[in-house]
C-alpha cells in the first residue's frame, strides 16, 4: 500500500518557467509547509528556497504558482536518499534545477564534471555527463565524442572532469588554436588567477556551491 511506503522523492515544480527543486522526505505535507515558509521568508541559507524566492519577486509570481509532487515510493530511507541522489546527479547544476546542495551521501559523489567557457572563463558544475547532456542539449555520443577528443564545443565550452586540471600554458594555447586572442604575456599572472578562481578553485569544495547561471540569478547579476 502507499501509505506503508512513506519514504518519497519529490518535486517542486515552477509551472510558469518549468524550473523545478527535487528532494525526499517521510512526511510530505511537513516538507512542502516547510518549503513554503522558507520561500516566503526569503531565507538565503537554503539557496534553492531563494531562487524559487527571487522568481516570485521578479516576475510578480506567488506560491500558487508552484506544485508539488511526488516522483517516486521507497520501502526505505536508504533507497530513498539513493533516488535523490540519482536525480541531483542528473539535474543538479542545470538551468532548470533549483537546488544548490549538490550531495546526500557523501560517498556517492565518484565524479565531478565541469564545463568553462574558453571565451569567458565562467565555468559551470556538474555530477555527471547525463547532467551535462541535459544542460548544453547535446547527445551523450556526441559529449562522449569532444571528452575523448579534447575538443571544444558550439559556444566555446570545454567539457571535462575535475582531474583534468589544466595549466594556464595549456589554457592560453587552446585560446590561440581556436582564434581567441589570449591576454598578453604580462598579465599571465591574472590569468592564471582567473582560471583558477573561475575553473578550479570552486570544485575543490564539497559545500553548497552555485553555477553561473544561479549565481547570477542569487546576486543579482
Excluded at 204 to 218: D, I, V, Y
Amino acid at each position: 500500500m502507499e501509505s506503508e511506503r512513506p519514504f518519497v522523492t519529490y518535486k517542486i515544480k515552477n509551472e510558469r518557467n518549468g524550473k523545478f527543486y527535487v528532494g525526499s522526505t517521510s512526511n510530505t505535507s511537513s516538507r512542502w509547509a516547510e518549503h513554503r515558509r522558507a520561500i516566503k521568508a526569503a531565507r538565503t541559507a537554503r539557496v534553492g528556497n531563494h531562487l524559487m524566492c527571487l522568481d516570485i519577486q521578479k516576475n510578480g509570481w506567488g506560491l500558487s504558482d508552484f506544485r508539488f509532487g511526488i516522483i517516486e515510493r521507497f520501502e526505505t530511507r536508504e533507497a530513498m536518499l539513493a533516488g535523490e541522489q540519482a536525480l541531483l546527479n542528473t539535474y543538479w547544476g542545470t538551468a532548470k534545477n533549483y537546488n544548490s546542495a549538490h550531495e546526500v551521501l557523501r560517498d556517492t559523489v565518484l565524479h565531478k564534471w565541469f564545463a568553462w567557457n574558453l571565451r569567458t572563463l565562467e565555468h559551470r558544475r556538474y555530477l555527471s555527463v547525463e547532467a551535462l547532456s541535459v544542460d548544453f542539449r547535446l547527445g551523450l555520443k556526441t559529449l562522449a565524442g569532444l571528452i575523448a577528443r579534447d575538443d571544444v564545443a558550439p559556444g566555446d565550452w570545454v567539457f571535462e572532469p575535475f582531474s583534468r586540471r589544466r595549466t594556464v600554458r595549456e589554457v592560453r594555447q587552446m585560446m590561440l588554436v581556436h582564434g581567441i586572442p589570449p591576454p598578453p604575456q604580462q598579465d599571465a599572472a591574472s590569468l592564471a588567477r582567473s582560471i583558477s578562481n573561475l575553473i578550479y578553485g570552486p570544485c575543490k569544495s564539497q559545500g553548497t556551491a552555485l553555477n553561473g547561471h544561479q549565481t547570477r540569478e542569487f546576486y543579482g547579476v
